[in-house]
């Protein structure tokens, strides 16, 4: 199994699968691919017709966008138990996965992933902050439903996890103030082993962009591959 991926430090949607597939133990070769540069389009194509990452292959296999890999995984590894057990339990996992995936516009396009950097404040309104409240609510209400069941949002490790981890790093870049209970569980998820080797994979990239990130120019950052 092969899973094709963007930067670790940008690719929010490279981060869902990487960490299902980390978290759930099941092994699989990473194939990067550098977002943003020349090259990029005609790479990416030769693993996926949709032109963009993730893409997942299981030997004659390939699967595109995060939620469809993440279905796929669950269905291939059952005995992962990916998705809660609970019949109502599963359709509410698998509708708080797709709000993020088609929802909070304000804090995707305001709160760009950057798991490197260090912004707290930047990027702020009113509207990113309504999509915060709404996702707090998410984290906050499950944790309180399934608490007795372990420390993930619906006890064990689920595809939800995955889903909402870009989401814990995007708050912890931009310092956003959260309620305690989902703060406890950004905290939790950003301590996994996995999200730290993920943090850790994103620190030995070189890549970065100079108009959104003019701070990382300077002596220091003089053999960086500018984007």
């Known amino acids: 199994m092969k899973l094709v991926i963007g930067n670790k430090n940008y690719s929010s949607w ?5 960490l299902l597939l980390r978290e759930a133990g099941i092994a699989f070769e990473e194939i990067p691919v550098r977002l943003f540069v020349p090259g990029f389009d005609a790479e990416i194509r030769q693993y996926s017709p ?12 390939r699967v595109w966008d995060s939620l469809a890999i993440s279905e796929y995984v669950a ?8 998705w809660p057990a609970d019949v109502a339990a599963r359709a509410h996992a698998r509708a708080v996965c797709a709000e993020m995936h088609a929802g909070f516009q304000h804090v995707r396009n305001q709160l760009p992933m950057n798991v490197t950097a260090m912004l707290p404040g930047m990027g702020w309104n009113t509207s990113v902050q309504r999509d915060v ?11 309180a439903q399934h608490a007795d069941k372990g420390p993930f949002l619906f006890g064990t490790f689920t595809v939800t996890d995955a ?7 995007r708050f912890a870049t931009y310092g956003i103030h959260l309620p305690e209970e989902a703060k406890t569980y950004a905290d ?3 301590s996994l082993p996995s999200m730290q080797e993920w943090v850790a994979g994103a620190r030995e990239e070189r890549d970065f962009l100079t108009d959104d990130e003019p701070y990382r120019t300077g002596p220091d950052r003089a053999d960086a591959i500018v984007l």
Do not use: C, N
Request: charged share 25%.
């Open 163 to 169: 889903f909402y981890a870009p989401v814990v790093a």
């Open 14 to 18: 490279s981060l869902r699968p990487w």
């Open 188 to 190: 939790f998820i950003l």
């Open 133 to 143: 409240d709404r996702i707090a609510t998410i984290w906050s209400e499950l944790r």
């Open 50 to 61: 949709a032109g963009k990452v993730p893409v997942l292959i299981d030997g004659d296999v």
């Open 75 to 82: 269905e291939r590894f059952p005995e992962k138990q990916l």
